[in-house]
């Protein structure tokens, strides 16, 4: 058993600011000298990139279905080991989704902090706390953080709301890089936040909210104070259940890894090595051919953002060629598939060549296309993950029927038909995202390697 504190922040809603207090507290207490790890609850690639970044760690998913009790546990009785405290962000709002943050939080004791937008309201700030402290029974609740207030009365407003003083951990004015800005603090577009890398000021963005929130009762705490009240005994995992056979052994598996393609969860890159394999990065932006290779990962990210650069690289893109000529395995998540067809048809109409080694042509939508919990069945495993896109592919490949639209136990929607996944040669191609870790034998059939 290990004793660490610990947080889960969540919020009524998406929107309103857990990112940016998530990182602005990571990087107010890395910046003290603090080893903070940080979560992020459900699937999500653009919010651990800022948290990353924060507290310059990294940054791993925990959801009760896609990566599974057990998987979270192991992670986070690692991270208190070796750290001083741990967040986690939640998703959507506090009860939203089956399994939810509240359902993450009850199950493995975490303390539950609540972000509110409080910038349009007065008293029924404390409602909403109230309801978000009281609505599912048995929460350990930490207390409640009102964020984007319009002045020091307006927070003044806000604390007398509450029912329970003690609750009170402040308000955060709103905070901008540029006074002048309508934008947030961290800008968006679809898919979600745009990735920290993009930013060149993206350190300075989250000294700007760390400082804001040190002035709040929550960032004046100190490491002996969260330890006081927010402290969580970890139980040590099961070490056999961490085993993963070497399926992989002696295998070289490239994995494209730039601004175009940068969907990635560092868990996925640990479960290569643990299979075995030998992983290197490359850059379809600026490499001129694959690194010497076995397998071939493509994952999602922006190439509609980079298409007419990565029509350019011919070079690159006879490498593929070459490399599917061979009977190389390939697999391509959502972006990556993308990439590989023959274009795209951006949001205004413009089309734009792509590979072309994947018939089909993508479109990019102004909404949501794609969005829920996925499961593959793949020779005798199931792989579990997630789907999230805007655009949508029509080809004439070959569709294997293995991936199914699933809802978690409990859930109100019933499972359904899910995501393609299209062959073409050696290429396995979806809007399917993959968490390797929840089926280490499907992902090594995936790449060609040994069956268990």
């Known amino acids: 058993m290990t004793r660490c ?12 600011g857990k990112t940016t207090v998530v990182a602005a507290l990571a990087r107010l207490h890395t910046r003290q000298g603090r080893r903070v790890r940080v979560f992020k609850c459900g699937p999500d690639f653009l919010d651990p990139h800022w948290h990353q970044l924060a507290s310059g760690a990294p940054v791993h998913q925990l959801d009760l279905w896609m ?102 951990l402040g308000a955060l004015m709103r905070v901008s890089v540029d006074p002048g800005a309508k934008a947030g603090l961290l800008p968006e577009r679809h898919l979600g936040l745009v990735s920290a890398q993009e930013l060149p000021d993206g350190l300075a963005r989250l ?74 990065f490359f850059s379809p932006l600026a490499d001129a051919a694959l690194p010497p290779c076995d397998a071939l990962w493509l994952p999602g990210g922006y190439p509609e953002l980079h298409a007419a650069r990565l029509a350019a690289n011919i070079s690159l893109r006879d490498s593929l060629q070459a490399h599917v000529a061979a009977g190389k395995p390939v697999w391509a998540e959502c972006g990556g598939m993308v990439a590989l067809s023959v274009g795209i048809t951006q949001a205004d109409g413009a089309c ?52 199914a639209r699933t809802a978690p136990p409990h859930a109100a929607s019933a499972p359904g038909v899910g995501e393609a996944v299209y062959r073409h040669g050696s290429i396995h191609a979806s809007y399917f995202h993959a968490w390797f870790a929840s089926s280490p034998a499907a992902v090594a059939a995936l790449f060609g390697g040994a069956q268990a």
């Not at 504190?5 to 309103?16: D, E, M, T």
């Not at 979270?72 to 399994?99: K, N, S, Y």
């Not at 792509?354 to 939508?365: D, Q, V």
Request: aromatic fraction near 8%; charged fraction near 15%; hydrophobic fraction near 50%.
């Open 352 to 403: 734009q060549p792509l590979w072309g080694l994947l018939p089909g042509t993508a479109t990019l939508h102004k909404r949501l296309a794609g969005l829920g919990p996925q499961q593959l069945a793949w020779r005798g495993y199931t792989l579990r993950g997630h789907t999230f896109h805007y655009s949508t592919l029509a080809s004439d490949t070959a569709a294997l029927a293995e991936v």
């Open 67 to 168: 990566t599974g009790e057990a998987d979270a546990r192991a992670r986070l009785h690692a991270a208190a080991q070796e750290c001083d405290l741990i967040l986690v962000e939640g998703v959507m709002g506090l009860f939203d989704g089956q399994p939810s943050a509240a359902d993450l939080a009850q199950r493995l004791g975490l303390p539950v902090m609540g972000v509110v937008d409080a910038s349009a309201m007065a008293a029924t700030f404390g409602a909403l706390a109230y309801g978000l402290q009281h609505y599912q029974p048995g929460l350990r609740w930490a207390g409640v953080l009102a964020n984007r207030a319009a002045s020091p009365r307006h927070a003044q407003m806000l604390q007398s709301s509450l029912r329970e003083p003690g609750h009170w």
């Open 5 to 16: 504190p610990a947080l889960l922040i969540s919020a009524p809603a998406s929107g309103q």
């Open 207 to 280: 000294d700007a909210a760390a400082d804001a929130l040190a002035d709040t009762p929550l960032g004046q705490m100190t490491l002996a104070d969260w330890q006081a009240r927010w402290s969580v005994d970890f139980a040590a995992p099961d070490a056999s259940a961490a085993l993963v056979p070497a399926l992989l052994q002696g295998r070289t598996v490239a994995v494209a890894h730039d601004a175009a393609f940068s969907f990635i969860y560092p868990a996925n890159i640990d479960c290569l090595a643990q299979l075995g394999a030998r992983v290197v």
